[in-house]
């Protein structure tokens, strides 16, 4: 089954500064990578996901960078605020559709 | 836009009582999804439904069983309960295999 591995676990960057999380997933079938943003005590929140068939997709301050050759991908974010801190969850489930294989989680600290 | 509803919200129960958790997909969405959370833990997939029949399984005990109704509601129902139990369970919907969406979530507590 697909296994994604998440890193880093926890990271602190100063306002304004940019983030970046990245995952690596094992199915080479996978050809969808939503990342999810989970404030504490709620509920995930879908922030930008990426299709198999492109290898960049930006949303405002976010964007997801793909690299199927080495199945691995990450999330950018810049000009980073305090309401940004939360935990990022990259997943890849192993088609479009399906369940979701969650990372291990990145603790993302934005410090004013 | 309508969300997907979770109920209760809260819930608390002895060991070995059972559980029923209810999901109310968004409207016209044709796929269901449960997952359990643990303190500081990822999601992890328990089971699925796609137009009622249930499409894929996951790490879901055999005290665990679910349905999913004629009006796509779905419910959750959580025998002999055990204090492992104890979690965030959340139910996803998407339509025809998009994007999925996730409730506000049931907190369990089993005491």
């Known amino acids: 089954g697909e296994n994604v591995e998440q890193h880093p676990s926890t990271l602190s960057v100063q306002e304004g500064d940019s983030a970046v999380i990245k995952c690596t997933y094992s199915?080479?079938?996978?050809?969808?990578f939503p990342w999810y943003k989970q404030e504490l005590g709620k509920r995930p929140q879908l922030i930008i996901d990426?299709?198999?068939?492109?290898g960049e997709k930006k949303d405002q301050r976010i964007a997801v960078t793909l690299n199927k050759t080495a199945k691995h991908f990450s999330l950018h974010i810049t000009e980073t605020q305090p309401e940004d801190s939360a935990v990022y969850f990259c997943?890849?489930?192993?088609?479009?559709?399906?369940?979701?294989?969650f990372g291990a989680g990145t603790i993302l600290r934005v410090k004013s | 836009a309508a969300g997907v509803i979770q109920s209760p919200r809260h819930l608390i129960k002895e060991k070995r009582e059972t559980a029923t958790l209810k999901c109310y997909p968004i409207?016209?969405?044709?796929?269901v999804y449960w997952y359990q959370q643990g303190p500081g833990q990822d999601p992890q997939f328990l089971i699925s439904f796609y137009e009622k029949m249930q499409s894929d399984k996951g790490s879901i005990p055999d005290r665990f069983s679910a349905q999913q109704f004629s009006d796509y509601h779905s419910e959750l129902n959580m025998s002999s309960l055990e204090l492992g139990d104890s979690a965030l369970y959340f139910c996803?919907?998407?339509?025809?295999?998009?994007?999925?969406?996730f409730g506000p979530g049931t907190r369990l507590t089993v005491l």
């Open positions: 990426i299709r198999s068939n492109v």
């Open positions: 409207p016209r969405h044709d796929t």
């Open positions: 199915d080479s079938a996978s050809n969808y």
């Open positions: 997943a890849a489930p192993r088609e479009y559709g399906n369940k979701l294989v």
């Open positions: 996803a919907s998407s339509l025809g295999g998009s994007e999925q969406f």
